[in-house]
Nanobody, 124 residues
Framework: QVQLVESGGGSVQAGGSLRLSCVAS????????MGWFRQAPGKEREFVGA????????YYADSVKGRFTISRDNAKNTVYLQMNSLKPEDTAVYYC?????????????????WGRGTQVTVPS
């Protein structure tokens, strides 16, 4: 069983930055693909990005590419989402997710474990 706890959300002006953290419990964290998703009010949850176990491979949704960066520290069981040049359309609850298969993906059903989310607000 893996438990995920996100932190670092808040309200930031457009153009600003935030860094989200996700701490995972579980001895096999280092083998999981870790993903970030977000859900805006009235919208479906959408993929933001993911990072493979080695940390060398990442991929992102087009909407955040070049602005967001995912990294991980396996020694600390933590994955990060650095968000720069934030826009009002980035406002959402951001969720951390873990894929135990190690294959990764862009769909939420491909991930086994989820955090409760952290709110990010970028006022217009």
């Amino acid at each position: 069983q893996v438990q995920l706890v996100e932190s670092g959300g808040g309200s930031v002006q457009a153009g600003g930055s935030l860094r989200l953290s996700c701490v995972a419990s579980g001895r096999t964290f280092s083998s999981y693909v870790m993903g970030w998703f977000r859900q805006a009010p009235g919208k479906e949850r959408e993929f933001v990005g993911a990072i493979y176990w080695s940390g060398d491979s990442t991929y992102y949704a087009d909407s955040v590419k070049g602005r967001f960066t995912i990294s991980r520290d396996n020694a600390k069981n933590t994955v990060y989402l650095q968000m720069n040049s934030l826009k009002p359309e980035d406002t959402a609850v951001y969720y951390c997710a873990a894929d135990s298969s190690g294959e990764g993906g862009v769909y939420d059903y491909e991930y086994d474990y989820w955090g409760r989310g952290t709110q990010v607000t970028v006022p217009s």
